[in-house]
């Protein structure tokens, strides 16, 4: 794709966001000389002791709590090519527009930076030196491309980053146009603007930049963006100590404007939703494939074990498999930025706020970055031969059931889950087996596979109806899934997942060994209550013999 093309397909992407935000385009021509802040980072951690540039550092909850008043403040981070775009073809920028731009390529800007501009749905801009590809702490190839399939745009920052004003004309152009040249055959993206080291340039510099095509460059000098200097664009400086009022008076205005903007969310409270429920709506977001007001077969549940690599994987589903055939269009169910997994790439991320919605299993469609909007865009296509898309809820970095009550929808269970067994194992561990069926029927081959009850209870009950062991719960399902370190505690051996010929066996570890040789030999019932998400339960009695040999 040429950069003509690229710029073009920004513009496009830009207009419809503006559009959707209520402006009109001709409005965005009027602002199209808008100054835009662009921010400058260089490293997200604590400053060591014994750092020489001890100013260059900003601590990851600096980092984080900016972020935050950054957004509470309706502030929308957008690349330094929006911006150009918006200056010179009068494509549209948030009403607070902010870039959001990192030097020099510290591995920090990957671990540190990324997650916190990612759960935003938020671009960055890398200033990338390429030297620093191949020293300790500095990003590697990876990481680059890591931050590419984020959305974010890079950028050049020389070769070595040398004081430019400083080198005769062929040393210029290697450094300058050279640079240029690597980023663009090693990463396969446009490398459109370019970064002064330490801030040294003048005429000559300039000139040399212009000649290698760039579209402009950034400063240290502090101060708005403004299309008047394309090549002498200027930056705010994020130092150590800043924090988040030393940020808001570099950008002019308050540090706290409402108690609302001072206050930060409880701790595991959700601060986005796909769409706010009314008393109307018994679901907040629709199916991913048409017709998405029809309740589509779930062959996999969320929650069922997952054994791969011959048992060296194992870990919670954490999502559904909605099945439809090979090829069929998937759409976005959320309106934001859609991004392509890193490691895997039939796998498509779609990101707005803290909500992050992803689709396994499917051939892209989009690019990453693009803004997408819910059940209009196709994000790809189920790919070949697993006839399903694996799709997932992720709220604040934890994993939500798709199928919880106000969630996916329309959705409705007429099943119930039964129990089918409670046995002592040969270990001596108590084990409980539970089943449930699809609410609606899985086409062939996935036809008739049993799925896993979202809520399983247990209790041990004495002579004369004596309570031994009170209701204790082995699972629960129903909103989220536990870490997968707890995937050997709460599953016992032999719990195996569905496949085409062998079906699924749902065996939980109710009580080990243990706890069970304390209790006296004798006659007991173990009493089992398994429920799905929409409340349809059963309850089983099970007679258990404990004796000591």
């Known amino acids: 794709m040429t950069t003509s093309r690229i710029t073009s397909a920004v513009a496009l992407v830009a207009t419809l966001v503006f559009a959707s935000c209520g402006h009109s385009a001709s409005n965005a021509a009027r602002t199209r000389h ?7 980072y260089h490293v997200i951690e604590q400053a060591p002791a014994e750092a020489p540039y001890s100013q260059l550092y900003v601590s990851e ?3 984080a709590a900016q972020m ?3 957004e509470r403040n309706g502030y929308q981070a957008v690349t330094q090519r929006d911006v150009w775009a918006h200056w010179h073809r009068g494509a549209a920028l948030p009403r607070k527009p902010v870039v959001i731009s990192f030097d020099d390529g510290y591995r920090s800007v990957a671990q540190a930076a990324l997650p916190h501009l990612r759960s935003r749905s938020w671009p960055g801009v890398l200033n990338l030196t390429v030297k620093n590809l191949r020293v300790s702490g500095g990003l590697t190839d990876f990481d680059v491309r890591t931050l590419i399939s984020s959305g974010w745009e890079l950028a050049s920052h020389t070769l070595t980053h040398p004081d430019l004003t400083t080198l005769d004309d062929a040393a210029l ?8 040249k690597a980023l663009r055959a090693r990463f396969r993206v446009p490398i459109d603007f370019f970064c002064y080291p330490s801030g040294r340039f003048d005429e ?3 000139r040399s930049v212009r000649r290698a095509g760039y579209l402009g460059a950034t400063t240290t000098v502090e101060g708005l963006a403004r299309p008047g200097q394309p090549y002498e664009l200027r930056r705010i400086r994020v130092s150590a100590g800043d924090g988040v009022a030393g940020l808001a008076r570099k950008l002019g205005v308050p540090a706290f404007t409402s108690s609302v903007q001072a206050s930060s969310p409880a701790s595991g409270t959700s601060t986005s939703a796909p769409r706010r429920l009314t008393a109307a709506e018994s679901y907040a977001y629709r199916w991913p494939v048409k017709p998405f007001d029809r309740q589509q077969p779930v062959r996999g549940f969320f929650g069922d074990p997952r054994i791969a690599n011959h048992g060296g994987s194992r870990q919670f589903h954490f999502g559904i498999d909605i099945s439809a055939p090979n090829g069929t269009p998937v759409y976005a169910t959320l309106t934001g930025r859609a991004y392509i997994h890193p490691l895997h790439d039939t796998t498509i991320l779609v990101v707005a706020g803290s909500t992050e919605f992803s689709y396994w299993h499917v051939v892209p469609a989009i690019r990453p970055g693009q803004r997408v909007v819910a059940y209009k865009t196709v994000i790809g296509h189920i790919e070949a031969p697993y006839e399903h898309v694996h799709f997932s809820e992720r709220q604040g970095g934890r994993y939500l059931n798709p199928l919880r009550r106000g969630a996916l929808g329309p959705y409705s269970d007429a099943t119930t889950p039964l129990v089918r ?3 002592l194992d040969p270990d001596g561990s108590l084990v409980g087996e539970a089943y449930d069926e699809t609410p609606i029927a899985v086409p062939r081959p996935w036809h008739d596979l049993p799925i896993m009850p979202a809520v399983v209870r247990w209790r041990l009950v004495g002579k004369h109806g004596k309570v031994v ?3 204790r719960t082995a699972v629960d399902f129903r ?3 536990p870490d997968a370190s707890e995937f050997d505690r709460i599953w016992a051996h032999g719990v195996a997942q569905n496949h085409v010929r062998a079906p699924g066996r749902y065996r939980l570890t109710l009580a080990g060994a243990s706890e069970l040789h304390s209790l006296h030999a004798g006659s007991y019932v173990v009493e089992i209550a398994v429920s799905d998400t929409r409340a349809n339960a059963s309850r089983a009695r099970i007679p258990l013999e404990l004796s000591r040999s």
């Open 68 to 70: 935050r008043w950054l």
């Open 204 to 206: 000559r510099v300039i």
């Open 173 to 180: 152009t290697r450094e300058v146009a050279s640079s240029r």
């Open 479 to 481: 909103f989220t899934i």
């Open 469 to 471: 062991i009170g209701w």
């Open 421 to 423: 067994s409670a046995v």
């Open 34 to 40: 808008t100054p835009v802040p662009i921010l400058m």
């Open 61 to 63: 909850p600096d980092f």
